[in-house]
């Protein structure tokens, strides 16, 4: 069974930035391409970016492009999420999962069935 956990959200200011992280265990995490989402308070939850299983292709939504940027380190099992310029909107759980492809992660299907905890981001104005 696929476990996900999230981790390195908090409290920053507008304008800061974060790293976020996300281990995964119970799949051949070489295989997926990997993506974050997120949900912000009274919405639903989100694509925010993804990246291919061999680091050569990446997507961003583009509220974030410019701003944030995924990578993934197949021999820890784990993607990141590196976020810089935070704004006020940037304020949501955010949260990993993997699938076949980008295009799926960006279209938010055929995602693995499980979830993680997520990590929480605010940032204040």
């Known amino acids: 069974q696929v476990q996900l956990v999230e981790s390195g959200g908090g409290l920053v200011q507008a304008g800061g930035s974060l790293s976020l992280a996300c281990a995964v265990s119970?799949?051949?995490?070489?295989?997926?391409?990997m993506g974050w989402f997120r949900q912000g308070p009274g919405k639903e939850r989100e694509f925010v970016a993804a990246?291919?299983?061999?680091?050569?292709?990446?997507v961003y939504v583009d509220s974030v492009k410019g701003r944030f940027t995924i990578s993934r380190d197949n021999a820890k099992n784990t993607v990141y999420l590196q976020m810089t310029s935070l704004k006020p909107e940037d304020t949501a759980v955010y949260y990993c999962?993997?699938?076949?492809?980008?295009?799926?992660?960006?279209?938010?299907?055929?995602?693995?069935?499980?979830w993680g905890q997520g990590t929480q981001v605010t940032v204040s104005s």
């Open positions: 999962n993997g699938g076949l492809g980008t295009e799926n992660l960006r279209r938010t299907r055929l995602l693995w069935g499980a």
């Open positions: 119970g799949a051949t995490f070489s295989n997926y391409a």
């Open positions: 990246i291919s299983w061999s680091s050569s292709t990446t």
